[in-house]
């Protein structure tokens, strides 16, 4: 908002200029004014006056654009940098997760096996209960149990 009220406060003057020169050379055209250099010239030294103010204007936009693009430049560099740190975390997160995904599979197959021995266990306990032998590795009756023999 700011730059927009600066450049028309240029255009303003740059234009004020401009018109006072023309209301000079037309004050001299009907004789209100005598007849000197600034009069005869009043024309031209407000069109010069108005080039040098739009010049004014236009360095003034230039370094309003400068340093917008420096802020932009630093913005884009910033959000670089937060983007290669993102896709570090994503790679790790999917590298924990791949971990994992391994780590559960080999755990439910191992669960896979360890149920068929005490189910197994179970199947001799009950085949043998009636003669009474009982072997030290039928005692296990519990994943816990068998866990602790492992």
Same mark, same amino acid.
């Given at each position: 908002?700011?730059?927009?009220?600066?450049?028309?406060?240029?255009?303003?003057?740059?234009?004020?200029?401009?018109?006072?020169?023309?209301?000079?050379?037309?004050?001299?055209?009907?004789?209100?004014?005598?007849?000197?250099?600034?009069?005869?010239?009043?024309?031209?030294?407000?069109?010069?006056?108005?080039?040098?103010?739009?010049?004014?204007?236009?360095?003034?936009?230039?370094?309003?654009?400068?340093?917008?693009?420096?802020?932009?430049? +630093?913005?884009?560099?910033? %959000? *670089? &940098?937060? =983007?290669?740190? $993102?896709?570090?975390?994503?790679?790790?997160?999917?590298?924990?997760?791949?971990?994992?995904? +391994?780590?559960?599979?080999? %755990? *439910? &197959?191992? =669960?896979?096996? $360890?149920?068929?021995?005490?189910?197994?266990?179970?199947?001799?306990?009950?085949?043998?209960?009636?003669?009474?032998?009982?072997?030290?590795?039928?005692?296990?009756?519990?994943?816990?149990?068998?866990?602790?023999?492992?």
């Amino acid at each position: 908002m700011r730059e927009k009220k600066r450049n028309a406060y240029f255009l303003f003057t740059a234009f004020s200029v401009l018109a006072i020169g023309v209301i000079g050379n037309a004050l001299l055209v009907f004789a209100v004014i005598p007849t000197n250099f600034f009069s005869v010239h009043s024309s031209q030294i407000g069109s010069a006056l108005e080039l040098i103010i739009f010049t004014f204007l236009l360095i003034d936009r230039y370094q309003i654009i400068s340093q917008e693009k420096q802020k932009t430049a +630093l913005q884009l560099l910033a %959000a *670089h &940098d937060e =983007n290669k740190l $993102l896709n570090s975390q994503v790679n790790q997160m999917q590298k924990l997760e791949t971990i994992s995904r +391994l780590t559960s599979g080999i %755990a *439910h &197959d191992f =669960n896979n096996i $360890l149920t068929g021995m005490l189910g197994y266990n179970e199947l001799n306990k009950w085949l043998y209960l009636g003669f009474k032998v009982f072997s030290t590795k039928l005692k296990v009756t519990t994943k816990a149990e068998l866990y602790r023999v492992f």
